[in-house]
């Protein structure tokens, strides 16, 4: 089998992105462009990203993307084995832009369309990056999801745990806002926790020691917001020390969970895992990766992250996750579409829906 050539698009939320990634049938990648533009600008006025701002905010600029991403790989559309597109989890608006662009293309240039869930190209970009083999626990951290999983093969999740309440990014996000930091909140949590003290708030570790891997940060968040109006008006420093006080509670929790989802990994697989990896918008985050490093090297198991341009949102995982896909010989129909709720382990999302 010869290399596939991928052309994958990403709009699910507030970057507009557009790659061509090669696969060999070994798995060897090749990234061969990887162009994004990020929407922070449009959005950075109304602290926050605004769906409908975003979808006509992709239709304007994703066709210049895409020729952009073919420009720099120096390939035309006849040369693709095959077009992916985020068809969800997202902003509903920017999915069906990104989604309905990748049918056109694979109609026109007559070749297969691949309908990749986000949340797949995240779980399958250490792949990318690294080689990882199947199965190995997958911590995925984005703005809108908190999960441990078992990635046992391309199309195969089973959750082992996820968030009761925020997603850890949404904390950021969250605890940003309070602070008046703007948007996005995450790299000015990161940025501002730089400058300060992580000892001189002692906040709640929430479900630290629990046995069944899962997450709650909404106490954590408003022991932040309790401390920050005894504080108000705050000083600089104030907010640095604060940054840092959360900050450092989120990477001692997610240490603890993860090594949970390490012990629920081996309980439910009865084997060990590959390779920890890390993906999503939060992996970004320099202290939580260099934290998991040490928790990887504790369960004498592999570590692979993403470099931070891979670990946010981009079109070379949805290209990969395409490819992928498409080397198993899985395609999707035209009339495929998007979904703006998209589990990556439905009987786990059944059954939490069940209990709710
Ligand atoms: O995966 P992503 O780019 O988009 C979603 O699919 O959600 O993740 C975005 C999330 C946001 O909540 C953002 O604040 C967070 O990732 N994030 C970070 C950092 N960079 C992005 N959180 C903490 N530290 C960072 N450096
Ligand atoms: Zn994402």
Known sequence: MADLLVLGIETTCDETSAAVVARSPSGASDIRSNVIRSQVEIHSPYGGVVPEIAARAHVEIL????????RQANVAFSELSGVAAAAGPGLIGGVIVGLTTAKAIALAAKKPLVAVNHLEAHALTARLTDGVA????LLLVSGGHTQLLAVEDVGRYT?????????VGEAFDKVAKMLSLPYPGGP??????????ASRFAFPRPMLGRREPDFSLSGLKTAVRLEADRLAPLSDDDVADLCASFQA???DLIADRVRAGARA??????????????????????MIRESLAKVAAELNIRYAVPSPALCTDNGAMIAWA???????GI???????????????PAAAASANARA
């Open 322 to 328: 395409g490819a992928e896909r498409l080397s198993r």
């Open 134 to 137: 199947f199965p190995y626990l």
């Open 265 to 286: 990994f081996r309980d439910r697989l009865g084997r060990g895992p590959t390779a920890l990896v890390v993906a999503g918008g939060v992996a970004a985050n320099t």
């Open 159 to 167: 959750r082992l745990g996820t968030t009761l309440d925020d997603a």
């Open 63 to 70: 066709d210049h993307v895409i020729a952009e991403a073919m």
């Open 188 to 197: 000015q949590v990161e940025a501002q926790a730089k400058l300060g003290y």
């Open 249 to 251: 509670a989120v990477v």
């Open 331 to 345: 395609r999707d129909r035209l009339d495929i579409s998007p979904r703006a709720r998209w589990p990556l382990d």
